[in-house]
Antibody
């Protein structure tokens, strides 16, 4: 079955760029109809959607994070990635990659286990 | 402050039924489908309900969803201790010029 796994540094310094990768196994990231997404959860808080990428490369970002977010895809490696620039302590969170469906409406049917990223000097 | 409003906590005894509400507006729940997620302690969220009332394969029919106007409800019957978790609702919100996926603040279910 399809599985998602996040990877990347668990500690990032303030003002630097957070970089995470999600590896999709058991299925192709190029399968149509799925929106490969990033979602984060601040410690003890709720969920915040960061954005998505379609296998074709089209992206959509949360308006509140848009100026700092870049999501890219590497179909040859079956991976998609997140870059969040100019991080502060407020970006400390568990970051999840997830498979989104948008027809007829949005939901996330598959999630990675999540990875904690701490922003600290 | 979440766009969707959920009660912070609910509780009920094993075997009983509980409902969790999710309140929004015409820019989100009122015009879009709602999904629900279960997050067991220390784990990732898991899809429970999509398109208001549909259950993914493997989700028992003890879990149900409904929507009326600008509110949605998750129902759980035959409560088990293993149902203790945080529950989140989610939907699309078009209040900004560019839309956004939004979630409720989460509801902690305690099975007494």
């Amino acid at each position: 079955q399809v599985q998602l796994q996040e990877s990347g540094p668990g500690l990032v310094k303030p003002s630097q760029t957070l970089s995470l990768t999600c590896t999709v196994s058991g299925g192709s990231i190029s399968s149509g109809g799925y929106y490969w997404s990033w979602i984060r959860q601040h410690p003890g808080k709720g969920l915040e959607w960061i954005g998505y990428i379609y296998y074709s490369g089209s992206t959509y970002y949360n308006p509140s994070l848009k100026s700092r977010v870049t999501i890219s895809v590497d179909t040859s490696k079956n991976q998609f990635s997140l870059k969040l620039s100019s991080v502060t302590a407020a970006d400390t969170a568990v970051y999840y990659c997830a498979r989104g469906r948008a027809s007829p409406d949005w939901y996330f049917d598959l999630w990675g286990r999540g990875t904690l990223v701490t922003v600290s000097s | 402050q979440s766009v969707l409003t959920q009660p912070p906590s609910v509780s009920a005894a094993p075997g009983q039924k509980v409902t969790i509400s999710c309140s929004g507006s015409s820019s989100n729940i009122g015009n879009n489908y709602v999904s629900w997620y279960q997050q067991l302690p220390g784990t990732a969220p898991k899809l429970l309900i999509y398109e208001n009332n549909k259950r993914p394969s493997g989700i028992p029919d003890r879990f149900s969803g409904s929507k009326s106007g600008t509110s949605a409800t998750l129902g759980i019957t035959g409560l088990q201790t293993g149902d203790e978790a945080d529950y989140y609702c989610g939907t699309w919100d078009s209040s900004l010029s560019a839309g956004d996926v939004v979630f409720g603040g989460g509801t902690k279910l305690t099975v007494l």
